[in-house]
């Protein structure tokens, strides 16, 4: 499968950016069918564990949208 060219940095980031939002979207979706009790047991220990990972992760990745670069020293 060819490479897709895009005509800006704005046009990839929008194409990569809705592709992998949905991807994890759907995968926190799977995520929640463990919440069948029926089919499984858990301690709500795990749960808030799970989720505190998830929004560990969600939050040190927000992060890296908003951080101003470093500038390197020069003279």
Known sequence: ??????????????NVAEARTQAILDKIRILG??????????????????FRTIQNQLSETKTRFSQKRIKEFKL
């Open 1 to 14: 499968m060819p490479k897709r060219t895009y005509a800006t940095k704005r046009e990839r980031f929008v």
């Open 33 to 50: 069918h463990c919440s069948n009790k029926s089919l499984y047991e858990y301690e709500p220990e795990e749960i808030d564990k799970i």
